[in-house]
Structures are given as C-alpha cells and as structure tokens.
C-alpha cells in the first residue's frame, strides 16, 4: 500500500488499533492533502477500546492538533495516551450525554467506530454533524454491520444505518424537488441538512460525509458561458430553465455581447405568443359564458335536476374567475 497513513498504521507499535485495511486508502485520500498542510486538526473519534486508533491519528496528524475520544466503556479512561489526546467516558448516542462530554466544541474530523448499532450511527450523526466545521469530513467505519440484524440493521431493511444514509444523499438535491415531494415526511431534515452537506461516499464498509465551507443559503445557480450555439439555440436553452432559474441566471460577459439580441427576440416572441393565448382564452370564455346561460334558461324552464343545476353553477364560477383574471391581466399590462 502506497500511502503515508496506511504506512503509519501498519508500522504502529503503540496501542492496539482495529480497521479493515481499505480504511486506509479512504482515509489517505481524504485526509493527505490536509495533513501535508500542517494546519492543526480537530478530531473526534467514538469508540476508543485499546486507543489504537487515537495513538496512531496523535502519531500522523500535524503538531498542535487535538484528539478527543468517547467510549462507554470506564476503562478507556485509564488508558495511556499522548499529551494532545482526551478520553471522554458516555454513551454517544445518547445527545444530552454528548452534549454534556462535548458541549459546543467543534471538529474538522469526526469518526464513528463505536457500537455500530444502526439506530446509534444514525443518532450520533444527527447530534454531532452539527459539530463538524466547515470543510470537516465524518467517516462512519463498519456499516457492514447495517446489514446485520442483530446490530438494528438488514439488507434494505427499515432504520438500516446504510439506508439513512442513502437516503441522506437525496438532501444534495432538494432544491430540485417538486413541490409535491416538498411536502412529504422528513423533507424538512433534508432540507436542512442539504444547506451543509457538500458531498457523501460509499466504500466497501465506511462511508465519508464532507461538509460544506460555507453554507448553501439559496439553490446554486446555473451558468451559461461561451458565444457559440449552433446545436441547441441559446434561447432555446434558456427556455428550459423554470422562472427562478432564470432570474438566478449568471450570464458570462462574453455570452451577453453573444446572445443579446437573441434573448430580447426570445422576449418579444413570447409576449407575442402570451398576447395570442390570452385573446384565444378570453374568446373561450365569452363562449362558454353564453352556453352557460342558455342552458341555464333551459334548466330553468324545463326544471331540470339539481345535480346538473350544480354542474352549470360550477361552470358559471369558473367562468367568473377566469374573467377576473384576464381583467387583471389586461390592468397590469
Ligand atoms: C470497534 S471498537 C473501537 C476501535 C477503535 N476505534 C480502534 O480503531 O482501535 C468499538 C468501541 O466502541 C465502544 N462503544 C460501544 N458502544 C458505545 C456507545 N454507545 N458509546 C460509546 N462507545 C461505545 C466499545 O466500548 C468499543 O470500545
């Protein structure tokens, strides 16, 4: 294996550490870039056991970096480790007691090896996210035993860790979603989550979560560059974008000089083409409004049955409507 850090693990001769051996080119190939820049790294790691692992981050990790570990189990505490890393005894899926051991500390690197019971992953992601900075990357090891039914999980089973974070790549895309999905359960953590979430990866057994560096406070916007459409027209392209996709539209200087002329064509056609439907609609609604009241002096005369009477009503309000609305319409032109 040709990586600093698989070097670093398989050379430790501290205290015992456990990972599969594709954990190391995961880590290797998120992580080699940050160390070799020698800025001091925040890291958490939950599930300490022997301190393998928080030795061998203290051994890799740039000088001043801190390293916090949690474990349930009380021995963990007694365990001797370098000067820059901190036990912490408590249950990690338990938020108040995570909030007790940690507070409102922050990391730039958060590891989840502890009971690998998917109900517990899924709530120490949620509690400790949250805790990770800009830019900061969590690693979740062992999610094979989301497929286990004897740690909480299955194979697409139901509250299996690896479906949850399944589904949590649909919160990269939720300003996509129809306003139909918008409103379905659990959206809203989705949403909320994909204001932070930058990206997720799935390897055999560990999964990698990056956080953004900064916020995404509004849907990213598109952006059309180049002078030359000779295949799909400019316009053409614009008019597949949804209103709020244009009005977000980042149009590069030189595609402006480019297409200038050919949106304000676009424009004019479209204003043209909105004039003609609204005439052809308005004559609609003249017709149907005389159908309407001759059949009402029809039901009228010929007492016919309520259902029908309602039928016409309907027809006649709707009718009502869509003559106040092409009103208002022709006010605001
Ligand atoms: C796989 S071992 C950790 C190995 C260590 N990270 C390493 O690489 O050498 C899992 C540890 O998680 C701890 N653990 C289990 N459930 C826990 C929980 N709910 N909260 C905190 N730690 C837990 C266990 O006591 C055990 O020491």
Redesign the pocket.
């Known amino acids: 294996m040709n990586n600093f850090l698989a070097q670093a693990f398989l050379s430790h001769d501290g205290l ?4 599969w051996e594709q954990y190391l080119q995961v880590y290797d190939a998120f992580l080699r870039e940050r160390i070799e820049a020698g800025i001091p790294i925040r890291l958490l ?6 301190g ?2 928080l030795d061998m981050w203290s051994k890799v990790l740039p000088t001043g970096s801190t390293i916090i570990g ?4 009380p021995k ?1 505490a007694s365990l001797q480790l370098p000067p820059n890393v901190r036990v912490r005894i ?4 338990d938020v108040q007691v995570l909030q007790d051991l940690l507070g409102d500390a922050e990391f730039d690197i958060i590891v989840d ?3 690998h019971r998917s109900s ?1 992953i899924i709530s120490t992601f949620r509690a400790c996210f949250p805790r990770l900075a800009g830019d900061g990357i969590y690693f979740v090891e ?1 999610v094979h035993a989301s497929y286990w039914p004897e740690f909480g999980g299955g194979f697409r089973a139901a509250g299996a860790a690896m479906e949850w974070f399944k589904g949590l790549a649909d919160a990269l895309n939720t300003d996509h979603f129809r306003p139909v999905d918008i409103a379905r359960p659990g959206v809203d953590e989705l949403q909320a989550f994909g204001k932070y979430l930058q990206s997720i990866s799935f390897f055999d057994s560990i999964i990698a979560i990056t956080k953004l560096g900064q916020t995404k406070d509004a849907p990213y916007r598109r952006v059309l560059s180049g002078t030359t459409a000779d295949v799909s027209s400019f316009s053409r392209l614009c008019s597949f974008l949804p209103a709020q996709g244009l009005r977000s539209l980042r149009l590069m200087p030189a595609s402006d000089a480019a297409f200038s002329a050919d949106l304000q064509n676009a424009l004019a056609e479209a204003k043209e083409e909105i004039a003609g439907l609204k005439a052809l609609l308005a004559a609609e609604v003249e017709k149907s409004a005389k159908l309407i009241a001759e059949n009402a002096d029809a039901e009228t005369t010929e007492l016919r049955q309520p259902k029908s009477m309602q039928g016409s009503r309907f027809f006649a309000a709707v009718v009502h409507r869509l003559r106040g609305m092409l009103r208002g319409q022709t006010r605001q032109r």
Do not use: P, R
């Not at 015992?16 to 990972?19: I, L, P, R």
């Not at 408590?90 to 899926?93: F, H, K, P, T």
């Open positions: 015992v550490s456990d990972k790691e939950i599930g300490v056991q022997n393998g692992s949690i474990d349930i189990d963990c408590g249950d990690a899926s090896d502890g009971s517990h062992d």
